[in-house]
């Protein structure tokens, strides 16, 4: 370990002023380590930020937790993996926004999918 | 009321929808048309605001100060307009509804169903993201299977059959006239009356009524169907 005299530990006053979005992108679903790799400005490793998010974040996990306990009891599987990827996407950046804008759709497989019955939403 | 409409790609309808189908029904509400290349609504009488997409911060202040607003961004700053949606940070929520138009073309439903993501995935709320189905000729569900297929599949937006222009060549028409189909139908002259009564005019002038008078009956079904477009997406 180096020594601290030396090299003074920055960890938690970096992470402290993204505590309120880091609390807010885990109750939208996203995980920790989507979130970490969303800060590469972040001087600390990935088992440090999972030990900050367990201390100051422990609500938000239970909250979270539980939310995703009793939606899987009303959705199946293929809602579940698509809510994920949907979050996935989620555009942060002028980045994100061009990778999305380039992503390919398959409109054979789009048509051919089938979905919920009602594809009315207010009709 | 602050309406965007916007799609990656052009030709939808984007300005057909602000001039002739929003502003008549928003109190002739003002347009800022974010467009550098593309002709806009004002090419139809209407009053219209021209911005740059990289204008961003003026366009947010200025919706601000108003109630209502119609925002018809060009494909031509769509990029521009959506990293400014982004930069700036919830700026979306400033905006009541985001129309997409789409036309039947499959390049324009794959186009369509990007924006969808990309609007979806900004975090912009289902009930706030619109499409317009625009140049129908009979049937939604036929014609645009890929928007339909998509919605069946996640609803990340709102879809609404009754949300359908129906193809009519006024729009074209009305395009060369420089005219609103609701300038049109406010226009009182009795081009009937004119052409019985002034047979010794020129041809020119008789042609013009003769056409007017042709426009005005085709302007009441258009107006009935965009009444009724107008219903449903609010």
């Known amino acids: ?123 | 009321m602050i309406v965007a409409i916007l799609n990656y790609t052009g030709t939808v309808g984007k300005t057909t929808v602000a001039a002739h189908l929003l502003s008549p029904r928003m109190n002739n509400a003002p347009i800022f048309a974010i467009e550098s290349i593309n002709e806009t609504a004002a090419g139809l009488g209407v009053d219209v605001e021209k911005m740059a997409g990289n204008k961003f911060r003026e366009l947010f202040k200025r919706i601000m100060l108003e109630d209502d607003a119609i925002i018809d961004i060009g494909a031509s700053n769509i990029e521009e307009f959506m990293n400014n949606l982004v930069k700036f940070d919830d700026s979306h929520e400033e905006i009541s509804h985001f129309l997409i138009p789409v036309t039947s073309g499959t390049k324009e439903q794959k186009e369509t169903i990007l924006m969808l993501d990309t609007l979806a995935s900004i975090g912009i709320q289902s009930d706030k993201i619109k499409v317009i189905f625009n140049r129908v000729d009979n049937d939604v569900e036929e014609e645009f299977p890929f928007i339909v297929a998509r919605h069946r599949k996640a609803k990340t937006f709102m879809l609404n059959k009754e949300c359908a222009i129906f193809e009519n060549e006024i729009f074209d028409a009305l395009s060369i006239k420089g005219l609103t189909v609701d300038a049109l139908l406010a226009d009182t002259t009795d081009y009937k009356s004119l052409l019985k009564n002034n047979k010794d005019a020129s041809p020119k002038d008789r042609n013009l009524w003769a056409d007017m008078f042709g426009l005005k009956s085709l302007a009441k079904g258009v107006k009935r169907n965009l009444d009724d477009v107008y219903a449903n997406i609010f």
């Open chain 1, 1 to 123: 370990m180096s020594d601290w005299r030396t090299n003074p530990r920055q960890g938690r006053s970096q992470f402290l002023p993204l505590l309120g979005e880091v609390k807010k992108r885990l109750a939208l679903g996203e995980t920790m380590k989507m979130i970490f790799e969303s800060y590469p400005e972040l001087k600390m490793s990935y088992a440090q930020f999972t030990r900050y998010i367990k201390k100051y974040c422990e609500d938000e996990i239970q909250a979270f937790a539980q939310k995703t306990d009793n939606a899987a009891t009303a959705l199946n599987n293929n809602e579940i993996a698509e809510q994920v990827s949907e979050t996935k996407q989620r555009v942060r950046n002028p980045a994100d926004l061009r990778r999305l804008r380039n992503k390919d759709i398959d409109l054979d497989e789009l048509k051919n999918s089938t979905g919920e019955e009602n594809d009315s939403s207010n009709s």
